[in-house]
T-cell receptor, first 112, second 116 residues
Framework: DQQVKQNSPSLSVQEGRISILNCDYTNSMFDYFLWYKKYPAEGPTFLISISSIKDKNEDGRFTVFLNKSAKHLSLHIVPSQPGDSAVYFCAANERNAGKSTFGDGTTLTVKP | DGGITQSPKYLFRKEGQNVTLSCEQNLNHDAMYWYRQDPGQGLRLIYY???????QKGDIAEGYSVSREKKESFPLTVTSAQKNPTAFYLC???????????????FGPGTRLTVL
């Protein structure tokens, strides 16, 4: 049973517009959530995170929103740039479990 | 520069041979991880280690083995028992923050293993 789901395998947006990537989880013990960005043939890089005690965290063009009651989080990128084109992974941590559970990723394409 | 190194970037082996993938970090991180990525799929956890001389199986540990004799090193051996070893392998590390458990993971560049 997949505990972290990214239901949209791909997303295409126009440069300058907003990109919204979604992630759902089922395990209520998750208390820390992260987003990673990955280019082909490279390792993922950390983008932004949010603790379960918050509902929003912002870092420049990137904002993560957490809705605990819906067990849903989203990553907003605004404005989107062609260099943002990559695979985005959502991940969730359970305190002291020592590991993250990853979603399958969403491929974002930003068109010039 | 601090970071994680994986070597080699490309590796070819004949079917039936064991192969060991290297992962070294100089970030002084407590935890280390091995993932496998297949085309069009996400990251699947093979093994992880929170401290030296201790490690746990992930979701797909069968056919793999690891050791954690030093904090900086976490080599992964792909044995001949692994049915489909051809994949992209990623190593990562993270620090224990105390208040939030283990923080974000820092990934190496990956090793693409092809078994012929």
């Amino acid at each position: 049973d997949q505990q972290v789901k990214q239901n949209s395998p791909s997303l295409s947006v126009q440069e300058g517009r907003i990109s919204i990537l979604n992630c759902d989880y089922t395990n209520s013990m998750f208390d820390y959530f992260l987003w990673y960005k990955k280019y082909p043939a490279e390792g993922p890089t950390f983008l932004i995170s949010i603790s379960s005690i918050k509902d929003k965290n912002e870092d420049g063009r990137f904002t993560v929103f957490l809705n605990k009651s819906a067990k849903h989080l989203s990553l907003h990128i605004v404005p989107s740039q062609p260099g943002d084109s990559a695979v985005y992974f959502c991940a969730a941590n359970e305190r002291n479990a020592g590991k993250s559970t990853f979603g399958d990723g969403t491929t974002l394409t930003v068109k010039p | 520069d601090g970071g994680i190194t994986q070597s080699p970037k490309y590796l070819f082996r004949k079917e039936g041979q064991n192969v060991t993938l290297s992962c070294e970090q100089n970030l002084n991180h407590d935890a280390m991880y091995w993932y496998r990525q297949d085309p069009g799929q996400g990251l699947r956890l093979i093994y992880y280690s929170q401290i030296v001389n201790d490690f746990q199986k992930g979701d797909i540990a069968e056919g793999y083995s690891v050791s954690r004799e030093k904090k900086e090193s976490f080599p992964l051996t792909v044995t001949s028992a692994q049915k489909n070893p051809t994949a992209f392998y990623l190593c990562a590390s993270s620090i224990y923050t105390g208040t939030s458990g283990f923080g974000e993971q820092f990934f190496g560049p990956g090793t693409r293993l092809t078994v012929l």
